[in-house]
Structures are given as structure tokens and as C-alpha cells.
């Protein structure tokens, strides 16, 4: 629980782009949906799973939008290290 914790609150995705909206992962609670859920405040059911979420009504329509958008990022250039 604390190392999904973490990740639920690290301000970054770890689940790559169009997971979200896979078989599996449009029921896996992401770093995206939580910090959504920190930003609008309207609840959060779900550590590990979304059905909660999604049977109360409060996982929010543009989470799909937001996931994407978010995990087709491009690395800033001083994140990167040089080799």
C-alpha cells in the first residue's frame, strides 16, 4: 500500500501511454487519476482499482484526455542525462 501510495502521489506517470484506456488499465487507478482527484477534490474511492470511482460517479470524464496528454510528454532536456 505505501508503494502505490507513492506513486499515486509523485506527480508523474509510470503507465505508459494508452494504458488508461486498455482492457486492464481503464480499472487500475494511476498517478494521473489521483492527482485529479487531489486538484478537483469531488472524491476518491480506489487505491489499486477504479471501479469505485467509476461506480460513484467520480472518476472524471476528461481522465482518458488527461492520461494521454500527460504520458505523450516529451523529457524535458535537463532531465535527461547526456552520454
Known amino acids: 500500500m505505501m508503494t502505490y501510495n507513492v506513486y499515486g502521489h509523485l506527480g ?10 486498455s482492457r486492464v488499465g481503464k480499472w487500475i487507478n494511476t498517478s494521473v487519476n489521483h492527482n485529479q482527484h487531489h486538484h478537483y477534490s469531488k472524491g476518491n474511492y480506489g487505491l489499486y482499482f477504479l471501479w469505485w470511482d467509476r461506480w460513484m460517479g467520480t472518476l472524471r470524464t476528461d481522465y482518458g484526455a488527461r492520461f494521454e496528454e500527460v504520458t505523450s510528454r516529451k523529457a524535458h532536456p535537463e532531465s535527461v542525462s547526456e552520454k
Open 12 to 21: 508523474y506517470e509510470l503507465y505508459p501511454r494508452g494504458f488508461a484506456i
